[in-house]
């Protein structure tokens, strides 16, 4: 103290020490503050997903343990001027070992507004385009038509869709749609396979022809030899 007299006074003296007082009322402040916001939100968080998993419920009765994620597609269209208008679609993807739905919603303020849900399994797609690191998929069905195509994305909702009623953090649900994503289309590529063997294969066991023709092309020279050492050959 008699330091603190000497360098500032003893008006600065007091100055200097109810600083200090500002400063870790201040400090204290913003760490209640955090603290409190943090709770806050954490409650809203675990108010959305339950939420969002009723709603599911609800959608999908009978059907547990799937994992859940928002998905959302953006479409534009072009008038005769050339001006561009963009369409937003909003989905919840739930998804397990082999089996997903995805269910179309609307938002009405804090409501949330359920369609059909449209079912994606192994008996019905055949084939699925994966895009920009696995965040973007197509789905086709077995006619080859296009079924559905939408994006997830490991962000918070409110950055998906500003005006998404419920908040959450599916940063690792997205994980795990990208795992589940990618060992899907690995599923229906070897569906695709063994419907192609089955169909190939007689009664009687023998191949049928046409696929004696792509055995006999696939022992074939992909492509012709143009390194120096051939062309020295001949």
């Not at 059907?63 to 479409?75: C, D, E, Q, R």
């Amino acid at each position: 103290m008699d330091f603190l007299r000497d360098v500032f006074g003893e008006k600065g003296t007091m100055i200097f020490l109810i600083s200090c007082a500002l400063i870790v009322l201040l400090i204290v402040f913003i760490i209640v503050f955090k603290s409190l916001n943090k709770k806050r939100r954490k409650k809203r968080l675990e108010r959305d997903i339950q939420r969002v998993n009723a709603l599911v419920a609800k959608t999908l009765p009978g059907i547990k343990n799937l994992t859940i994620v928002f998905a959302s597609k953006t479409g534009s269209t072009a008038n005769s001027k050339g001006k561009k208008s963009y369409t937003y679609e909003n989905f919840i993807y739930a998804f397990k070992e082999w089996e997903s739905y995805a269910i179309p919603i609307k938002f009405k303020g804090e409501r949330v507004i359920a369609a059909e849900p449209v079912r994606l399994a192994l008996d019905n797609v055949s084939k699925i385009v994966i895009r920009y690191m696995k965040t973007n998929a197509i789905f086709y069905d077995n006619n080859g038509n296009e079924i559905i195509e939408f994006t997830v994305a490991a962000l918070n909702t409110k950055q998906i869709a500003d005006e998404c009623p419920f908040e959450i953090d599916q940063v690792e649900a997205a994980q795990k749609y990208f795992t589940f994503i990618e060992r899907f289309d690995t599923k229906v590529r070897h569906k695709n396979d063994d419907d192609v063997k089955v169909h190939n294969v007689k009664p009687d066991g023998e191949l049928n022809n046409d696929s004696k023709i792509d055995e006999i092309l696939s022992n074939e020279p992909l492509y012709d030899d143009h390194t120096e050492e051939a062309l020295l050959k001949q």
